[in-house]
């Protein structure tokens, strides 16, 4: 079992997907620090200095000693919100990690077909020589 497991580690795509879900990791922090360091302040400046992070709707009673407007305080104490600010944020976020991934796959895929048109021609016989060929040796027999 231990000699399997070792072969289904050892293959090349389990060892690329582990390196794609690690960089994708480190990607998604790159792009939630770009959401909501650079482009929500800037959506907040244009709405006025409106900070979306923070924005909710209570929908419970607020506990003695918590801040009525302090969405942090609310949500630790456990109080019963819809935090919207913070859904339109991670839409946003996702949103521009949907764009990137497409930017990068459409690359991809030009790079791929750049290749491809580059490639020189197969030696050798083509299939439809290859398949003449067999037909006329059956036709001996």
Do not use: C
């Amino acid at each position: 079992m231990l000699s399997e497991f070792k072969e289904f580690i050892a293959k090349g795509n389990v060892m690329d997907l582990a390196v794609g879900v690690i960089i994708g990791g480190a990607f998604a922090t790159i792009t939630t620090s770009l959401t909501e360091d650079v482009i929500m302040p800037a959506v907040g400046a244009i709405f006025g200095g409106v900070d979306f992070s923070s924005k909710f709707i209570l929908l419970g009673s607020v506990p003695d000693g918590v801040a009525a407007d302090d969405y942090a305080a609310l949500k630790e104490a456990g109080v019963a919100m819809v935090g919207y600010g913070a859904f339109i944020t991670a839409v946003i976020n996702f949103l521009i990690l949907a764009f990137i991934i497409f930017l990068l796959v459409r690359w991809v895929n030009r790079v791929m077909r750049r290749q491809e048109e580059e490639a020189p021609a197969p030696a050798g016989p083509s299939e439809v020589d290859l398949l003449t060929e067999i037909r006329d040796e059956l036709r001996k027999k």
